[in-house]
């Protein structure tokens, strides 16, 4: 790709080349531009200029956003060691959806990438690292959906399965369907040839120990941590929204429940409007936090709601739900959102959430405390 | 309960007597009433007036609407004894909502007693008439939301329960969660002692029909009867919205899916926010249609929405997601709705909707097709 021609001509900041983006695509005012062009550089006349102009398209800021689970999150309570393995964790996270976004690819690419990186990590409660049931079985959620399309795909209390947010695309994609659950769920992920692992592969002695200390006190427990020293609380979540260079947005999430929980207890990870949701005209959303107020408040589609309806902004969207709604009925939790400008909103009420950010034009962000 | 004194000094329509009613919820000035009361009637000077006033309170009027499935429901395919039938359970449901609402009982009990009545009817794809899965089974969901409170219940993928919308009751009422799913929801089942009934009580002669049909061309179909002169599609879905006495309205859905459906996919009807909610604050909404458009487009709960953050009214909100949002992408269907002032609404985009509302002050209501 060259950007000779648009340096030399003084193109708005906004404006760049690319070879594949057809001519209809682009605003009219836009890439009507003071002329003449270099001979140069081979164009001449109009059919000069077409040539060029269907070279120019507009190109959006990328931005992605991840989190890895919200709780009781203390400072006091972390290790060095502990802290720098959930940094690189999420770093890792967002290189592997920014390197889909920097190439032009899909923002609902871009989600699932993340989201398969922090499923892969033992330290987070979704895919590998997946919280125990109470029948010491790990079921999982997991949900994603497209802004451009409102196309979505879900699945709930799947076992054994590596990535079940690529089991959601799967549905997606895959299937007439936008929501599989339970064996039915399985047999599908067989018939695409989803990656299975063995019971072994989930199995985390932290995540055990946590079963054990549930099972004593026959709690229902969330993504915890529970030593002589300290409590540790957390909504065990990952999830990833991204904005792509084409203006597109999607939002995933993935989780592997609470410990302890009734084997085909359902939270709002795997709901659509819920713990997931996604519209290019008004923002992409994934939660985290006490899955059953989640649903009742229908929470990420109430932020669309309140920035559709309402007009108000992503921030003050994302104030009224979480800091307010979700608080006032006990909510705790957090999210994380992005619109197709490129806002990024990371606001949770419990004392910490596990969280990244990237825009192409901003510097990495990483957030585990409250601030 | 005697509306003797009500009558003679002349109250407003909307008070009457009420042995239950403490006197504190009632706003001040509705019960600041000119007096002087019968000395007959036992109450004398200041401490008789607070012993009349402690029997008035007020009635709102109730409300229930009901739907059974909307889809291609033709009269020219009808005959007048499966429309007789048809009537006389749409009768039948409302009248085991309406029993309980007359005696001053609660909107979410009215829901889930008109849904049973439903759920026990074979000409219903919910309970005892739900439709064959692929594999020749009955995957049932359901789910019911609370106006007053947003608590909430829904099961999904559940086999064998002879009512499972009560099942969605008990895990609103019997455990921490909101929504329980597959073999995890029937074991809970069990513990709670939900009524079982064996494959026998589930076969319906026509259903297994529809299987038989819809095996040969191997499609996902919605609840349909297919035969050589007419073609009928339903989306065989049951379920009820109600609001009490007391002024809080609940809604409630339960379905038996889609004949040949892939062993674990779920629909709208459990999920909160897309098949079944309620808020007080703006709307109670049942939906039936092509469950994985409602999901993507959180149908009940944009009805709330635009209610709540645009101020619109009951009607209008439906007319927009229904005849609008819906049509445009391709999501056929209908739903129920009713606010808290006693407005209903039953919109549809297809062809027919089995569905009958009634209010105290009005005369029964029972519709089929498109009027």
Redesign the interface.
């Known amino acids: 790709m060259d950007n000779s021609i648009c340096q030399s001509h003084r193109l708005p900041l906004n404006l760049r080349l690319s070879p594949n983006k057809p001519l209809r695509h682009m605003p009219r005012q836009k890439w009507r531009l003071p002329l003449p062009f270099d001979k140069s550089s081979g164009t001449e006349g109009r059919k000069g200029i077409r040539i060029i102009y269907s070279y120019i398209y507009i190109m959006n800021s990328y931005a992605i956003a991840i989190h890895g689970g919200a709780g009781t999150i203390l400072k006091s309570t972390m290790t060095p060691e502990k802290e720098l393995a959930y940094k690189t964790a999420l770093q890792n996270a967002i290189a592997a959806g920014e390197s889909i976004l920097q190439k032009g690819g899909r923002s609902i690419d871009a989600v699932e990438a993340a989201i398969r990186s922090l499923e892969d990590c033992p330290l987070f409660n979704a895919g590998k690292g997946a919280v125990f049931t109470h029948d010491g079985k790990h079921e999982m959620d997991a949900s994603l959906?497209n802004g451009k399309d409102?196309?979505?795909g879900a699945v709930?209390?799947v076992q054994n399965i590596k990535n079940p947010i690529s089991l959601a695309r799967a549905v997606m994609d895959k299937?007439?369907?936008?929501?599989?659950?339970?064996?039915?769920?399985?047999?599908?992920a067989k018939k695409i040839n989803a990656e299975f692992m063995p019971d072994d592969y989930f199995f985390v002695q932290q995540r055990y120990d946590q079963l054990q200390e549930a099972l004593k006190t026959d709690s229902?427990v969330m993504d915890h941590t529970v030593s002589k020293d300290n409590k540790e609380k957390k909504f065990g979540t990952v999830g990833a929204v991204a904005l792509d260079l084409h203006g597109n947005i999607a939002a995933g999430t993935s989780t592997g429940g609470m410990t302890n929980?009734?084997?085909?207890?359902?939270?709002d990870t795997p709901?659509?409007?819920?713990g997931t949701?996604a519209n290019n005209k008004t923002c992409a959303v994934s939660c985290t936090g006490h899955?059953?107020f989640f649903?009742?408040?229908?929470v990420a589609?109430?932020i669309s709601?309140?920035m559709e309806?309402?007009g108000l902004s992503l921030k003050k969207a994302c104030d009224i739900v979480v800091m307010d709604k979700l608080v006032k009925?006990g909510g705790e939790g957090g999210l994380i959102a992005l619109d197709a400008k490129g806002n990024i909103e990371l606001p949770f009420n419990s004392d910490g959430m596990y969280r990244a950010s990237k825009r192409s034009d901003q510097d990495l962000f990483i957030g585990i405390y409250k601030d």
């Open positions: 959906m409102l196309t979505a709930a209390a299937s007439e369907h936008v929501f599989m659950s339970g064996a039915g769920a399985q047999e599908f229902v929980k009734k084997h085909g207890r359902v939270g709901i659509i409007g819920s949701y899955g059953e649903i009742r408040s229908v589609y109430d709601c309140l309806y309402k009925i």
